[in-house]
C-alpha cells in the first residue's frame, strides 16, 4: 500500500513495494531534472527496513540552489509533483514538493513528499545518516518503531499529525547524535 489519506496517522508492516515505488519516482525525477539533481535517495520510515512505517515516500533531492528547481516547477507539476511552498515555514531551508491525489483535488490522498535540499547541507547529511543509522542498528530502529506505534495510536487522525512529529523530535535528534558520532546536531528535524 502506498498512500495515505492527509490528517491520518497509521503505519503499516514495511513492504517491498515502497523501495520498488521509491526508485520509480528517482527515475522520473531523473528525467525531468536531469543534472540539476546532485544527488537523490529514499529516505525517512518507509527506507528503513525493519520497521512499520505510514506508507508516504520520502525522497531526498540535492540541488546547488533552489531556483534550479523552481525553474521546473511546471514540469514537475504536469508530472505530478505539486510544489508546497506554504509548508516551507515547518522546514526550513528545503523546498516541499508533494503527490497524491489531494494535491489536484480529486481525493485526499498523500503519496510522495519531495524534500529539495541543498547539496552536502546538514539537511542532506541528517536525512542519510538518520536512515543509514536505524538501518544498521536494529535495537534503534525497534526503538523508533515503538515510538511511532505509541504516538500514532494516541492521534491517529487530524491534528494528531502535529503531535506525532512533535513526538518524535528527541528520539530524533538524540539518534542524529549517535548517528554522527556524539558531534553536535544542526538542521532541520526530519518531518516523518
Request: aromatic letters at 10%; a neutral charge.
Amino acid at each position: 500500500m502506498i498512500g495515505l489519506k492527509r490528517g491520518t496517522v497509521a503505519l503499516c508492516e514495511h513492504e517491498k513495494e515502497w523501495e520498488l515505488e521509491a526508485q520509480r519516482t528517482i527515475s522520473r525525477l531523473k528525467k525531468i531534472l536531469g543534472d540539476v539533481i546532485k544527488d537523490i535517495q529514499h529516505v525517512g520510515s518507509t527506507s528503513i527496513l525493519s520497521i512499520k512505517a505510514k506508507p508516504i515516500i520520502d525522497i531526498a533531492l540535492a540541488v546547488d540552489d533552489f531556483d534550479d528547481i523552481l525553474a521546473f516547477e511546471k514540469e514537475l507539476k504536469d508530472a505530478g509533483f505539486y510544489y508546497r511552498p506554504q509548508a516551507q515555514a515547518s522546514i526550513r531551508g528545503q523546498l516541499l514538493f508533494a503527490c497524491g491525489n489531494y494535491y489536484d483535488g480529486t481525493g485526499d490522498i498523500q503519496t510522495h513528499f519531495i524534500h529539495v535540499v541543498l547539496t552536502n547541507s546538514m539537511d542532506w547529511i541528517n536525512y542519510i545518516n538518520f536512515r543509514d543509522y536505524l538501518n544498521q542498528t536494529p535495537s534503534a530502529a525497534k526503538a523508533y518503531e515503538d515510538l511511532k506505534v505509541s504516538l500514532a495510536a494516541q492521534a491517529p487522525v487530524d491534528g494528531g499529525r502535529e503531535k506525532y512529529l512533535k513526538g518524535k523530535h528527541d528520539f530524533i535528534v538524540y539518534t542524529l547524535r549517535k548517528a554522527c558520532g556524539g558531534s553536535t546536531f544542526s538542521g532541520t528535524i526530519l518531518r516523518k
